[in-house]
């Protein structure tokens, strides 16, 4: 299995920017496909934020681009959200996610990690 620890969600006021980081880690041996953001505010389904695969394409909510920036460094597993301007409309539990093989398998399974709780007040 692949554990995923985020960091670096908080309050903040409209307008302000946070960066959020990612940290994936193993046991054994794996291998990142993928990594990306979700988020899920209360009473809603959860959504694609940004995402970004290992060659480098990226793919970005409509509501986001142009405010978010997402960057993957490789060797060190980790995936990090830059967000600008953050839009009360932002505010959100922000999941980590992962398409990770582990060891020689070709199988690529999806890992979450725990949450961190984005708020942006007016």
């Known amino acids: 299995q692949v554990q995923l620890v985020e960091s670096g969600g908080g309050l903040v006021q409209a307008g302000g920017s946070l960066r959020l980081s990612c940290a994936a880690a193993?046991?054994?041996?794996?291998?990142?496909?993928?990594m990306g953001w979700y988020r899920q505010a209360p009473g809603k389904q959860r959504e694609l934020v940004a995402s970004?695969?290992?060659?480098?394409?990226?793919n970005y909510a409509d509501s986001v681009k142009g405010r978010f920036t997402i960057s993957l460094d490789n060797p060190k597993n980790m995936v990090y959200l830059q967000m600008n301007s953050l839009k009360p409309e932002d505010t959100a539990v922000y999941y980590c996610?992962?398409?990770?093989?582990?060891?020689?398998?070709?199988?690529?399974?999806?890992?979450w990690g725990q949450g961190t709780q984005v708020t942006v007040s007016s």
């Open positions: 970004i695969t290992r060659g480098g394409r990226i």
């Open positions: 193993s046991g054994r041996i794996f291998s990142i496909n993928a």
């Open positions: 996610n992962a398409e990770a093989s582990i060891g020689a398998t070709k199988i690529v399974m999806d890992y």
